[in-house]
Structures are given as C-alpha cells and as structure tokens.
T-cell receptor, first 113, second 113 residues
Framework: DTGVSQNPRHKITKRGQNVTFRCDPI?????LYWYRQTLGQGPEFLTYFQNEAQLEKSRLLSDRFSAERPKGSFSTLEIQRTEQGDSAMYLCASSPWAGRELFFGEGSRLTVL | AQSVTQPDIHITVSEGASLELRCNYS??????LFWYVQSPGQGLQLLLKYFSGDTLVQGIKGFEAEFKRSQSSFNLRKPSVHWSDAAEYFC???????????FGKGTRLHILP
C-alpha cells in the first residue's frame, strides 16, 4: 500500500499528557498537510510543509502544538499538555506539488479524558 | 484569504432522484476547486477537481460539478443517487500554487429508500 499512512489510529490520553502523531506521505509527494476534524465539521487547516520547510501554521493553533518534517519525508504532530478540547480526528494529507489535490490518510483519533 | 461556504448542512433525497449540493467560494482570482466525500469511518476521497479549462468537470461515481465564476459557485450534481451515496460531502478551495487548501463545513447526504 503506497497511500498516506498515519499512526497511531487511535490515542486515548489523560489531560495534561503529551501526544505525538506520525504521518508517512506518499513517497514522491513534497507537500504535506495537517488538518483537524471534529464531529460534524469540515477539516480545519493546521499547518503544511513543502519538503522540510513549514510554510504556514494556523493562527488557531496554540503554542502547545508543534509539527516537524525532518528531511522532507515523514512528519510528526505533537500536542503538549493536552486539553479536552483537543479531542478530534487529526488528518494528514500529501500532494505532489502546490495546488494539486490532496491525498488523505485515514486519520488519528485523539480522545482526551 | 480564501473561504468556502456550503449552505446546506443536511440534504435528504430519495434513491433514484437527482442531487445538487451547493458550494460558494470567496477568492479574487481563479481558484482551484475540489469536492471530497467522506463515508462513515472512512478517509476523505477525491470526487473531482477543477483547475482550469472546461467549466463542467466529471468525477468518479457518476458525479459532476460546474464552475460558475459569475456566481462564485462550484455545485456538485448527480442525475440519480444510489443508497451508497449517503455520506458527507466537502467542497474545498485552493487559492494559488503556493497556498493551502481550505474546506467547507460539509453537507451530509441522506438517502431515502
């Protein structure tokens, strides 16, 4: 399977703990995006990368959120000191270049107790 | 900044009936437009896309969409829906080659037998 892969698929954590999600994009894609989706809502943009460079980070994101894409391959999204409001599905997508369609992974569901 | 509006949160149609889902976007130049579908528990799948050229675009599963610049719209249509089309549909817009892709809040489609 050469699609976008996300791990873990489900994460349950207690409030205040740190969590990290990993995304492996389609291998030749140089763009990688992170979105957050809550129940009944559309994907909300968080951040995106071109190769290893983080081009934009949503102003909605607090400083507790950080994303990296070392060497322009896989990416990690870390949430520090989780809050119940962070409970959501975190979606990763990749695309071959700017302006083209996104290919999504199946998401990582976070539940903060 | 670009934005997307999907005016209908829920749409219910009978199996075999025609379907039109509305999408309006806001952007000053020619946008890149997409429709994605998300079935329960599934990832987002691209239905169709518009970049330039013919304003009527064909997609998978018998869907089509028409780009109308004068109305800033990109409505999704299908002549005859099937029960398997029940899902959530998202319209998305990309501003230009160097910008992110923004999603609408979605329209949930219900099919009556």
């Amino acid at each position: 399977d050469t699609g976008v892969s996300q791990n873990p698929r489900h994460k349950i954590t207690k409030r205040g703990q740190n969590v990290t999600f990993r995304c492996d994009p389609i291998s030749e894609h140089n763009r990688l995006y992170w979105y957050r989706q809550t129940l009944g809502q559309g994907p909300e943009f968080l951040t995106y990368f071109q190769n290893e460079a983080q081009l934009e980070k949503s102003r909605l994101l607090s400083d507790r959120f950080s994303a990296e894409r070392p060497k322009g391959s896989f990416s990690t999204l870390e949430i520090q000191r989780t809050e119940q409001g962070d409970s959501a599905m975190y979606l990763c997508a990749s695309s071959p270049w700017a302006g083209r369609e996104l290919f999504f992974g199946e998401g990582s569901r976070l539940t903060v107790l | 900044a670009q934005s997307v509006t999907q005016p209908d949160i829920h749409i219910t149609v009978s199996e075999g009936a025609s379907l039109e889902l509305r999408c309006n976007y806001s952007y000053g130049a020619t946008p890149y437009l997409f429709w994605y579908v998300q079935s329960p528990g599934q990832g987002l799948q691209l239905l169709l896309k518009y970049f330039s050229g013919d304003t009527l675009v064909q997609g998978i599963k018998g869907f089509e969409a028409e780009f109308k610049r004068s109305q800033s719209s990109f409505n999704l249509r299908k002549p005859s829906v099937h029960w398997s089309d029940a899902a959530e549909y998202f319209c998305a817009v990309g501003a230009n080659r160097d910008d992110k892709i923004i999603f609408g809040k979605g329209t949930r489609l219900h099919i009556l037998p």
